[in-house]
């Protein structure tokens, strides 16, 4: 539905690529915007919700306690991957990609509102985390976390071919929708400078 747009998959089978390759894929292939999918589990089998993060220093305890969560699979999966990002580089990485940083969050905030509105599902709102998936990324980069598959209601709902149309369409959306706004700005910056 979007011709000048061309999606890379990071991978199209159940095999593990390493958080580092994840991010790499994205910037070899000199993309535009990295989009990491995901779903949660929590010890609370009530917990629910989806969730959509950038890259910076985790703002809240839910965010950090994610990212430690999410960095550590690369332990569990037995590789000799780097695991957290220190406070320095992360402030290094605020400094040096303030421009990325600021695309991530509009994208991630489309993609909530995406979630919360049109898919009807509870948000747990926007975030910042230093996830090792997005910080090899040289471009704007947003990890969401679709739901908990820890909650048996969200479980089916995240199984279901439903379920995963619905999610797919918002994360769909939002990126149609930043490519029009992004268009749309970049129309009007050319007639501007033209004139």
Known sequence: YLPEVEGIYTR??????GLEERGLIATR????LFVSIHVNAARNHRAYG?????LGMARSESALNVMKRENSI???EGGNEKTHLTEEELLIYELAN????AVSERIAAMMEDQFRNRAQRRSR???QAGFMVLW????????VELGFLSNPNEARYLNSEYGQTIMASA??????DFVVEYNKSMNTTSTASNE
């Open 12 to 17: 199209e089978d159940d095999r593990y690529v």
């Open 125 to 127: 709102g926007i975030k």
């Open 136 to 143: 090899h990324a040289t471009t704007a980069a947003v990890l």
């Open 74 to 76: 690369a332990a569990m």
């Open 29 to 32: 292939n000199k993309a535009d």
């Open 171 to 176: 994360i769909f959306r939002s990126i149609r």
């Open 98 to 101: 303030a421009g990325n940083m």
């Open 50 to 54: 989806a969730e959509v993060f950038f």
